[in-house]
């Protein structure tokens, strides 16, 4: 058997990689796994702008701009060479759009300012809408974000084929080692799934956690692009002669597939509407699935014994609200969605302090928060219903 450690990270994208970091500075020894590597998947693809969350208010915006104001401080002050600091302007669709900015604008937490639409263009941004910017948000490059979050922790490429509880330890066993469980197993005495729109190893149907495909391109030009820009997608500030355009958001897409030039080329001809794009030229391609919860909420937590809960309480299924019986030391950061480098950081650290300290996370991400709702309504439970 492999040595024991403390807590072992199912995957390596932002969710899993901030769990390591916070776990790490708690003094816990970690091990990550992915299948592929780091920020092989929707992290990667991601486009992972961290600004903050504009609208009219409500408990998603405060947390998302409570998580951006951390994440925004983290990044500056553990890795700045990650975090490009060049402001974002968010920017109307469209003249219906604009006349909802003042609806908004009530409701900016952060510090921004107005820009009209000479502003806009003195940066050469083509559009006459009166935006905003956010001067202390930015963009992370992700795949570099996520490896130096796991400097200095062990980092394995294995997919695992299954885990289990057997003598106080969680054990690991490797797709190649599913009818052998002893040489390649990993041991630990607390797993954390942080595997995105995959989720086969327990049954978690409760988080409805579904998966949104996206693809980015990074576009080699000259345009002197100096800040960041979103609207209807995103466009980077140029970062040592690279753009970057995306990510899509494709929810038809139900598995990975190969990443398409075309879909990238698409991006620049969108992003056209905004900026210059005549001397972009595609440079690289990242695509993969992002994973978001049913009511856009992160998710972090302990995971509940769902075959557990039905069996002594059926009656749960028409509404009891019996004591919630856990999985021992088995956690959940997930479904950080289109904003994962706005929650990561946040997130990673609630979950530290829940694994380390036994601290409840945010009720407001606590992933309990939709079992007994997925237990009355959910159709899969008609037949016990």
Not at 90 to 102: H, L, S, V
Not at 185 to 209: C, H, P
Not at 227 to 234: G, P, R, T
Request: a neutral charge; glycine letters at 10%.
């Amino acid at each position: 058997m492999s040595s024991i450690y403390d807590t072992i990270i199912i995957g390596a994208g932002i969710a899993g990689a901030s769990s390591a970091y916070f776990l790490k500075q708690k003094g816990e020894k970690v091990l990550v796994l992915d299948k592929q590597g780091i920020a092989t998947g929707g992290s990667g693809a991601a486009g992972a702008f961290v600004s903050p969350k504009i609208g009219k208010g409500g408990p998603l915006q405060s947390l998302t701009n409570e998580a951006f104001v951390f994440a925004k401080n983290f990044y500056l002050e553990h890795f700045p060479h990650c975090y490009h600091q060049s402001g974002v302007v968010r920017i109307p669709k469209d003249e219906a759009d604009a006349k909802k900015f003042a609806e908004y604008e009530p409701h900016n937490e952060n510090s921004y300012s107005r820009w009209d639409a000479e502003k806009l263009k003195a940066h050469r941004i083509k559009v006459p809408f009166e935006s905003f910017f956010f001067d202390e948000a930015g963009a992370c490059d992700a795949p570099e974000t996520c490896t130096a979050l796991l400097e200095d922790i062990d980092v394995q490429i294995c997919a695992i084929e299954k885990i289990f509880y057997r003598d106080g330890l969680w054990v690991c066993i490797p797709a190649q080692e599913s009818g052998n469980e002893g040489s390649s197993a990993y041991q630990a005495k607390s797993i954390v799934l942080a595997t995105g729109y995959e989720n086969a190893l327990f049954d978690m149907r409760y988080m409805g956690v579904k998966g949104t495909w996206g693809t980015r391109g990074d576009f080699r030009s000259q345009l002197p692009m100096k800040v960041s820009m979103h609207q209807s997608m995103s466009v980077s500030a140029n970062i040592n002669g690279i753009i970057r355009l995306g990510a899509t958001h494709e929810k038809g897409v139900k598995e990975p597939k190969p990443c398409e030039e075309q879909q990238a080329l698409s991006l620049k001809n969108n992003a056209s509407a905004l900026v210059d794009t005549s001397d972009m030229e595609l440079v690289e391609i990242f695509c993969g699935m992002r994973a978001g919860s049913k009511d856009y909420f992160p998710l972090v937590g302990k995971v509940i014994d769902v075959a557990t809960m039905l069996e002594r309480y059926p009656a749960i299924v028409r509404g009891a609200k019996p004591e919630l019986k856990y999985i021992y030391n088995l956690y959940i950061c997930n479904g950080l969605g289109g904003r994962g480098f706005v929650f990561g950081p946040l997130m990673g650290k609630m979950l530290a302090d829940l694994v380390v300290d036994q601290k409840e996370p945010d009720p407001r991400v606590n992933s309990d928060r939709l079992f007994l709702k997925w237990c009355r309504k959910s159709p899969e439970l008609d037949d016990i219903r």
